[in-house]
C-alpha cells in the first residue's frame, strides 16, 4: 500500500504566482518529512524539510505546511520561477517503528509557465 | 568536490545474467541507501545501510543484494535479474540517517532483456 500519496501527477502554474504542491499520508508514526526536487536526468536534491512538532518551516520561497490531524502536507513556493519546474517528491520516515527506511511519494510534475 | 558516483550509468543486460552497480561517496556519510524510480511509483527503497556491516531491508528488497564492507561503499546486486527490475536506480547518502539531507547520484538506467 502507498503509504505517502501525491495525488496530482502534473501542475502548471504562471511564472510569478504560487505553486501549491500537495501530499498525504497514511502511517500516523511517521515523524519527519522531506521534499525533493528532480530535473531530468540528475538524481533528486534537497529541498526543505519539517519536523511533526512543527506545523510549518520556510526556506527562502518554499514553504512546507504540515496538517497531522489531517495527515496532509503541503509544499508552497511563492513566486514561482520557470527554473522551479521540474519533479517534486514528498518523503516520511518513522524512526521508531521502521527504523531508517524513508517512503516515498508518485511525485508531480511542476511547469512554470514564463 | 562531494559527490554520489555510480557505475555505470546505462546498462542492458540479459534475463539471469549477474550484474553490480558501484556506488561511492566522499563525503564520510554513515548512511546510504538505494532507490529505484518508476513511472507512476515515484521512488522506491530497495535497502539502505546505517554503517559499515549494517545493512537492512526497505520496501521493495526481492532480488536485490547489497553489502558495506567500506563506508564509501555501496554497491547494489542483482544475482539474477529479471525484466521487472527494469528501472532507473538512484543511490544516495547522508550523514547519519533519512531524515538528514541526502544526496543522491546521477542514476543507472537498467534495461533487463
Known amino acids: 500500500d502507498q503509504q505517502v500519496k501525491q495525488n496530482s501527477p502534473s501542475l502548471s502554474v504562471q511564472e510569478g504566482r504560487i505553486s501549491i504542491l500537495n501530499c498525504d499520508y497514511t502511517?500516523?508514526?511517521?515523524?519527519?518529512f522531506l521534499w525533493y526536487k528532480k530535473y531530468p536526468a540528475e538524481g533528486p536534491t534537497f529541498l526543505i524539510s519539517i519536523s511533526s512538532i512543527k506545523d510549518k518551516n520556510e526556506d527562502g520561497r518554499f514553504t512546507v505546511f504540515l496538517n497531522k490531524s489531517a495527515k496532509h502536507l503541503s509544499l508552497h513556493i511563492v513566486p514561482s520561477q520557470p527554473g522551479d519546474s521540474a519533479v517534486y517528491f514528498c518523503a516520511a520516515s518513522a524512526y521508531e517503528t521502521s527504523g531508517s527506511r524513508l517512503t516515498f511519494g508518485e511525485g508531480t510534475q511542476l511547469t512554470v509557465n514564463p | 568536490e562531494a559527490q554520489v558516483t555510480q557505475n555505470p550509468r546505462y546498462l542492458i543486460t540479459v534475463t539471469g545474467k549477474k550484474l553490480t552497480v558501484t556506488c561511492s561517496q566522499n563525503m564520510n556519510h554513515e548512511y546510504m541507501s538505494w532507490y529505484r524510480q518508476d513511472p507512476g511509483l515515484g521512488l522506491r527503497q530497495i535497502y539502505y545501510?546505517?554503517?559499515?556491516?549494517?545493512?537492512d531491508k526497505g520496501d521493495v528488497p526481492e532480488g536485490y543484494k547489497v553489502s558495506r564492507k567500506e563506508k564509501r561503499n555501496f554497491p547494489l546486486i542483482l544475482e539474477s535479474p529479471s525484466p521487472n527490475q527494469t528501472s532507473l536506480y538512484f543511490c544516495?547518502?547522508?550523514?547519519?540517517?533519512?531524515?538528514?539531507?541526502?544526496?543522491f547520484g546521477p542514476g543507472t538506467r537498467l534495461l533487463v532483456l
Open positions: 502511517n500516523s508514526m511517521f515523524d519527519y
Open positions: 544516495a547518502s547522508s550523514l547519519l540517517g533519512p531524515q538528514e539531507t541526502q544526496y
Open positions: 545501510s546505517m554503517n559499515v556491516e549494517v545493512t
